[in-house]
């Protein structure tokens, strides 16, 4: 296989807004436009991105150009009580998963994106109070509301993920896959979503930038540099060949990227054609890991 679609590039929002490079309507229109042009349609958000407000103002572009709303499928977010100014009642940051907590969020999700439905609701953390039932119930009258589409979890173990499942269909795992963070291959959640044919999405493939940054560590040192061995094997950049390593698995691992430049996004389209040996796999893991395979 040498060619993967441009369905599995997913743009995240999280570092758009006012936690990151406080993109403006305007701004937001040329990336969403230019995103568009390289057949990456889905975002990703969440509520409390930018303390309460990513969503908001990436809406403001559907007012501009109502048009692109149907060309774009929105993830987003909810299950986070952050602290901040923007929600003065919460005094400690806690999760929650109760249905009036869900549909309050859900209505400002519609509100701030100027939209009459979300296409993915994720439970963004597990709450360990969580009441699966009622979930199940709540994410039932969203979807025949026609409010959600299609529902799913973030960074949850496979148990919690198995008991929710009973109760509402989870068909989304978006959670942390990456160089750095080995632990959903090596410890049975991407092996679980593929059993029950859930999407996996990673969030941070490129490690949030750590590899790239002058103070790395070890680890990410390593990493790097047995990516930069690689580029003229496969005619890449090594951030190319860190995402094709998280694009190889055969879970058809979706990954959500998290530049604020249009540049890095092109950049990122040519990591959907390489396909990495095994040995070129196994040689990166063990960078990460820094033993060799037993
Ligand atoms: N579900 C969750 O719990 C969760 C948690 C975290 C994130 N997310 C989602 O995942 C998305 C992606 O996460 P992320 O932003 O951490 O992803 P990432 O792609 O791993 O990291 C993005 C960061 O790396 C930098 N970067 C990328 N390529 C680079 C290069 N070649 N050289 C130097 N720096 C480079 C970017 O800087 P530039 O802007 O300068 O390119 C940016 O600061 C978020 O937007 C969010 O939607 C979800």
Redesign the pocket.
Known sequence: MTHITTDRLIM????LGSW??NFTTLQYGEFIEECLRLGIHRW???DIYGDYSTEEAFGKIFEASPELRDKISIIT?CGIRRVCDARPDHKLKSYDSSADHIRISVENSLRAFRTDHIDTL?L??PDHLMEPAEIGECIADLQAAGKVITFGV??FTTSQIELLSQYAPVQVH???V?LTNLGAIAHGDVDYAMRHEIEVQS???????EL?SKDRSDRARRIYQAACDLQERYDA?A?QIILAWVLRHPAQIST??????IE?VRSAIKALGIYLSREDWYGLWQASTGKRLA
């Open positions: 995240g929002a999280m570092r990151g490079a990703d958000h969440a977010k994720l963004h953390r973030s960074n978006q959670l942390e990456s969030w941070s493939p490129l490690s949030g930038g790239f950049e951030d959500i990227l998290g530049t604020t430049k890095r």
